[in-house]
């Protein structure tokens, strides 16, 4: 129903910023919220952000908080994530999720493949 794609990762300086995309595919009719996570070689997935499907409300990672921000176009059915100030720790693979709230807590029923963050030092 939705194929999000991520696009923006590639190679970067300590210090350095990059932007992420996320594109759903088509129209999308559901009113999902959109999050961020990123896995490391050998560690487990990780937090990053997330958006509410309105934009109106956002969370980040302690990580990256301060550093990274996170926004949306519904338009175009897009979600971006601005990261400044890189460090060497935030190298991943970085991907985008569908949000939607249950009960019993968020569910991530869609994701993207990834696109991969160096950050060299």
């Known amino acids: 129903q939705v194929q999000p794609v991520e696009s923006g990762g590639g190679f970067v300086q300590a210090g350095g910023s990059l932007s992420l995309s996320c594109v759903a595919s088509?129209?999308?009719?559901?009113?999902?919220?959109m999050a961020w996570f990123r896995q490391a070689p050998g560690k487990e997935r990780d937090f990053v952000a997330r958006i509410s499907w309105s934009g109106g409300a956002s969370s980040y990672a302690d990580t990256v908080k301060g550093r990274f921000t996170i926004s949306k176009d519904n338009a175009k059915n897009t979600v971006y994530l601005q990261m400044n100030s890189l460090k060497p720790e935030d190298t991943a693979v970085y991907y985008c999720?569908?949000?939607?709230?249950?009960?019993?807590?968020?569910?991530?029923?869609?994701w993207g493949q990834g696109t991969q963050v160096t950050v060299s030092s």
């Open positions: 088509g129209r999308t009719f559901i009113h999902y919220g």
């Open positions: 999720a569908t949000e939607r709230a249950t009960p019993q807590g968020p569910k991530y029923d869609y």
